[in-house]
C-alpha cells in the first residue's frame, strides 16, 4: 500500500502545477486605482449572475452541488466550438448598471458591441460575453492578488471537484460561481496536458517546481505545454467565466501583443 501513497503523491504534485501554468498565472500592473475602491466591489451584488449561469448551457447538467455547467463535458464542448468559431462574438462586451434605487445591486448584460452598451447607459466591466466571474467581487480579487498561481497550485491539489471549488471560494475569495469554474479547468488541464508538460519540462523539473527556460520563444510562440493549456482548456474557461485578465485590461505575466489586452475603465462604475 505504500507505493500506492508515494504514486498518489506525485500524481497530485504532478496535477497542481500542470494546471496552475503561468499562463493563469498573469500578473498585473501595479494598481493606480483609488484606495477602498475593491473594497467596495466587493460590497455589491450581480442581482442576475444566477440567470446568466444557467442560461450558459441548455443540454448539459452541473456536477452534483454545483450550479455552473462544465465546459468541457461531452454536451457542453459544441457550444463552446460553436462560440468560438463565430467571429461576432469578439467585439461583444460585458456590461454592467446599478439599480437607481440602490448602491450594491447591479446588472450584468452582454452587448454586441461597445458603443450599442454605452448608449444604453452600462459601464463596460469586460471584453466578450459575461459569465461566472464577470462580477466585481471577483474583479476585486484579480485586482488585488498580484500572485494567484501561489494560492490556486493549493486549491488545485486538493482531492477532487467539491474540495477545489471549496478551496478557491474560501482560500482565494472567488464568489460561488466562479470557483466552479475555476475548479473545472483546473481538472480538465490536469488530464488533457499532463503528458505534453513532463515532455516539455521534464518530470523531476515539475515534481520539485522546476521550470526552465522561457514561456515564449523568440518567434514569440508558447512553449507546449503551455500552449496545450491555451488551446485546450483556454476556450473552455473564457466561455464558462467570462471574465479573464486579459479581457478585463490587466496585463499578462507572459509577454502578449497589445492587441490581446482589452483596455476598461474600472474607475467608472459608480460614477
Known amino acids: 500500500m505504500q507505493w500506492m501513497k508515494i504514486f498518489y503523491l506525485l500524481a497530485c504534485m504532478l496535477g497542481t502545477w500542470v494546471w496552475m501554468l503561468p499562463a493563469k498565472s498573469d500578473l498585473p500592473k501595479k494598481s493606480d486605482l483609488p484606495t477602498g475602491l ?13 440567470t446568466i449561469v444557467e442560461a450558459q448551457f441548455r443540454k448539459a447538467r452541473p456536477a452534483r452541488g454545483f450550479k455552473v455547467v462544465d465546459p468541457y463535458d461531452s454536451l457542453s464542448a459544441e ?44 459601464r463596460i466591466t469586460h471584453q466578450g460575453r459575461c459569465g461566472s466571474c464577470s462580477t466585481l467581487q471577483d474583479l476585486a480579487v484579480y485586482l488585488d492578488t498580484p500572485d494567484l498561481a501561489t494560492p490556486a497550485r493549493q486549491c488545485a491539489r486538493r482531492f477532487g471537484l467539491a474540495r477545489k471549488k471549496r478551496c478557491f471560494e474560501e482560500k482565494i475569495g472567488l464568489t460561488n460561481y466562479c470557483a466552479e469554474s475555476w475548479a473545472y479547468n483546473a481538472r480538465h488541464t490536469q488530464k488533457a496536458c499532463r503528458s505534453q508538460c513532463i515532455a516539455d ?11 526552465p527556460g522561457e514561456n515564449v520563444n523568440e518567434a514569440g510562440q508558447l512553449r507546449p505545454c503551455l500552449q496545450c493549456d491555451e488551446e485546450r482548456s483556454g476556450p473552455g474557461f473564457k466561455y464558462s467565466a467570462g471574465r479573464t485578465r486579459r479581457n478585463s485590461g490587466i ?10 489586452i482589452y483596455p476598461v475603465n474600472h474607475t467608472s462604475y459608480f460614477q
Open 251 to 260: 496585463e499578462s505575466a507572459i509577454p502578449r501583443p497589445e492587441s490581446e
Open 79 to 122: 457550444t463552446v466550438r460553436n462560440w468560438q468559431s463565430d467571429n461576432d462574438h469578439r467585439g461583444g462586451v460585458c456590461a454592467l448598471r446599478f439599480s437607481a434605487t440602490e448602491e450594491e445591486g447591479y446588472e450584468l448584460r452582454y452587448f454586441e458591441s461597445y458603443a450599442t452598451a454605452i448608449t444604453a447607459g452600462y
Open 201 to 211: 519540462y521534464g518530470l523531476l523539473n515539475l515534481l520539485f517546481h522546476r521550470y
Open 38 to 50: 475593491t473594497d467596495r466591489f466587493r460590497q455589491t451584488r450581480a442581482v442576475n449572475i444566477e
